[in-house]
Every structure is written in C-alpha cells, then in structure tokens.
C-alpha cells in the first residue's frame, strides 16, 4: 500500500497525483491520510473552543478533495481515507510501518514562505524505512522519460538502485546513474600529481560494478552512466532539471545517524527540480 499524507496545499495536491500514478503502476492500493492537531487550540488560559471542530471538517474537505482527484486521474486505483488525530509527521511515520511507500508534499500549508523542504517533508523522509517521495507542486508539462539515480561505492546505495531500476521499468523511461567524484583536499597539495583519465576510469568502474548487480535483471531498461567531477548535491541536482525522478540512497552513522537524513540526501531534497525519492539502506 502507498500512504500519501494532505494537507490541502499545492504540494499536497501533486504529492496525491504523483501517489495515484504510482499505485497504478505498481498495482497497489493508495491510502490518503489527512492527520490534525487539535492540542494546540485546547491549552492555555482562553483556548478557542470551536476551532477543533473547524480543523476537522477542514480535514474532512481535504480528504474528499483528495479522494475525488484520484478518481479524476486514476479511476482504476483502490483509494480510502484516514482522518487522524495527531501530529502529522508522527501519524504518517506510524503508518509508514506498513507501507510499501510514503508520498508527501515539500511544503505544507504551515511552512514558511521561501522554504523548500517543510518540517513534515524532512521528518518522515529521515526516519521511516521504506522509500519516502517528496513532491513539489510544479511539473512540467510533459515528462522527460528519464529517471535519475545517485550511487558511489558503498553497498549501501543498492536498494536506491534497485528502487530506481524498478521505476525505470515501469515507466519505460531511461535510467541515468550518477556517480559524482572530487579529489580528495590533499591532491591540490604542491607535488601532487593525479593521472585525471586513470581516476575517471576507476570512477565508471564503480558504476559498472554497481550495474552488473542489477542488469542482468532489467535487460529492457536503457542505462546511461553519468560520472561528473562535481560535488554530489550539485550533480543530482543538474540531473534533477531533466528527469521524473531523482532516487537518493540514505544511510545513517551511529545511535544518532540512523535516524537522520545523509548530507547528499538532504541537499538533494532541497535543490532537485523534481520528485526526490529517498531510499533508505
């Protein structure tokens, strides 16, 4: 099942769309859920005695609003609803334990004006297990038929690749690999020297061993290799500007780390023009 979280802003709107389509691609059922807070208006000296009421019929509009479109785009997908009470990245990161993935919008309805990534957006995308897809509210007009994915050579970023493949598949789209690389600091040192087409040859050897893993099981996909000298976050992101899609692995470090969102990852989320798909190892 997919569980797309609403609010009722834009983002939200295309996190549904993006959540349907989805669904039907993959053949599963879709699960809007719409989750309130009522505490804050409930506490203090002079709480606001109707405003529970209004958040929940709000909720209830919003879900109907929600329901209606899938039935507009994808009539043949399975959609119900869930009306919560409670804080919604904690909602939604209980319902991830189910999920075969979690869509929601960059920005709600409460982020401030500016920001790309909301609180909510941030939260689940680093801390469920299953892929999370963060959604802005633009698109473009026509898909660009590519996916994009970012890899280098941990074995940590297979299940983003096997995630991406399997998108690529379904889609009939192209699946560009990103393997970014820099020089390490000391290479810039005086009487350093690097032999700049060994290194690019030792960089595409990475992505083909992470390839060989997979090809064999996506012999239909077209793969383009793409091994810029640039910083990851600043790769993804060009590669985000002409693809549905951009799939980044995430693996934490530590007691604290495996809860948090990696530094590609998140600058990733914040700068990629597209969809980002964060996939956890």
């Known amino acids: 099942m997919i569980i ?3 609010d009722g802003s834009a983002p939200s709107r295309a996190a549904v769309e993006w959540a349907a389509a989805d669904a039907l691609r993959l053949r599963v059922p879709l699960r809007v859920v719409h989750a309130v807070d009522r505490s804050w208006y409930q506490v203090g000296r002079f709480p606001i005695e109707d405003m529970p009421d209004t ?3 709000n909720g209830r509009r919003v879900l109907r609003e929600a329901r209606e479109l899938v039935h507009e785009r994808q009539p043949g997908v399975e959609v119900t609803t869930l009306d919560a009470e409670g804080v919604p990245k904690v909602v939604l990161e209980d319902q991830a334990k189910d999920a075969t993935e979690i869509v929601v919008g960059s920005r709600g309805l409460g982020g401030i004006a500016g920001t790309l990534l909301g609180s909510v957006s941030t939260h689940v995308a680093g801390h469920v297990r299953c892929p999370v897809v963060v959604v802005r509210g633009e698109r ?3 898909p660009y038929g590519e996916i994009a994915v970012g890899v280098d050579d941990s074995p940590e970023c297979e299940p983003a690749l096997a995630y991406a493949f399997e998108q690529a598949k379904l889609r009939g789209s192209t699946l560009r690999v990103v ?3 820099q ?3 000391h290479a810039y040192a005086p009487g350093v020297t690097y032999d700049m087409d060994e290194v690019r040859v030792a960089q595409h050897q990475v992505v083909r061993d992470r390839l060989g893993i997979f090809a064999q099981d996506y012999p239909r996909v077209t793969v383009v290799e793409d091994v810029p000298h640039a910083h990851p976050v600043q790769a993804m992101t060009e590669a985000s500007r002409r693809a549905d899609l951009v799939v ?8 604290l780390g495996s809860a948090l969102l990696g530094s590609v990852s998140r600058g990733t989320l914040h700068h990629a023009a597209c969809p980002v798909a964060v996939v956890r190892a």
């Open 4 to 6: 797309v979280g609403v």
């Open 55 to 57: 958040l929940l019929r």
């Open 140 to 142: 473009p007009a026509t």
């Open 179 to 181: 393997h970014a690389w």
């Open 183 to 185: 020089l390490p600091v």
């Open 248 to 255: 980044v692995g995430s693996h934490g470090r530590g007691t």
